[in-house]
Structures are given as structure tokens and as C-alpha cells.
């Protein structure tokens, strides 16, 4: 059974850190292209990040500098450190995949073949 399973959210205050993970089984992750999308409240799903199968790093303008999205091949995991967290980055966070598509490398909020359930990222004081 192909599933993605996020960890790793919580609350953070602004100027914090985090790391979200996503737990892949039933497929191996570097064979497809990986990445996060968020949703926050009231606002349409958009694309966070990319890492692409020759492990290229894509990020949307706004987390440039602060997100690093990385790749654990021995732990079929991958993940995406958030730091210098801004209360503009609350929202839940999907980790999502694709085997053949180009939602990934453009960054876009849908059109992967599997996504994780999301995990919920507040950034609060």
C-alpha cells in the first residue's frame, strides 16, 4: 500500500524552527520527485518546495533562505527544515509526489499521484 505519513508539526512561536518529516512505504522515494504543498487558513493550496529526482532543490519566493528540503534515501523519509518561521507560514503542510508529472518542479498545489494526510504548522506568540 502506497502511503506518504507527515510528522513533525506543532506550535512555534515567530523566529522558530521546525522540521517536518514524511514517511514513505510502499514505493521507494528517489524514484519519484517529492515536495510540500500548505494550505493556510481561508487560502488556496500552494506549492513550498521540490526536490526533483537528480535532487535539485525548488522553492517558492517566500521561503527562499529559510526551508531546506532534503531527502533520506536509507530511511525512505524526507524533510523539510523550516526556520526563522513567520506567522505568515501557518497552515497544514502536505507532503506529495510524482512519478512522471511536472507539478513538482513548477511548484504547483496539485497534480501529484500521492499525497500525505498533512500535518499542522501554527507559528504564534
Known amino acids: 500500500q502506497v502511503q506518504l505519513v507527515e510528522s513533525g508539526g506543532g506550535l512555534v512561536q515567530p523566529g522558530g524552527s521546525l522540521r517536518l518529516a514524511c514517511a514513505a512505504s510502499?514505493?521507494?522515494?528517489?524514484?519519484?520527485?517529492i515536495g510540500w504543498i500548505r494550505q493556510a487558513p481561508g487560502k488556496e493550496r500552494e506549492g513550498v518546495s521540490c526536490l526533483t529526482t537528480k535532487d535539485y532543490d525548488l522553492y517558492v519566493n517566500s521561503v527562499k533562505g529559510r526551508f531546506t528540503i532534503s531527502r533520506d534515501n536509507a530511511k525512505n523519509t524526507v524533510y523539510l527544515q523550516m526556520n526563522r518561521l513567520e506567522p505568515e507560514d501557518t497552515a497544514v503542510y502536505y507532503c506529495?509526489?510524482?512519478?512522471?508529472?511536472?507539478?513538482?518542479?513548477?511548484?504547483?498545489?496539485?497534480?501529484?499521484?500521492?499525497y500525505g494526510q498533512g500535518t499542522q504548522v501554527t507559528v504564534s506568540s
Open positions: 506529495v509526489a510524482e512519478r512522471y508529472g511536472s507539478s513538482c518542479v513548477f511548484l504547483r498545489a496539485g497534480g501529484y499521484d500521492y
Open positions: 510502499g514505493f521507494n522515494l528517489d524514484d519519484l520527485a
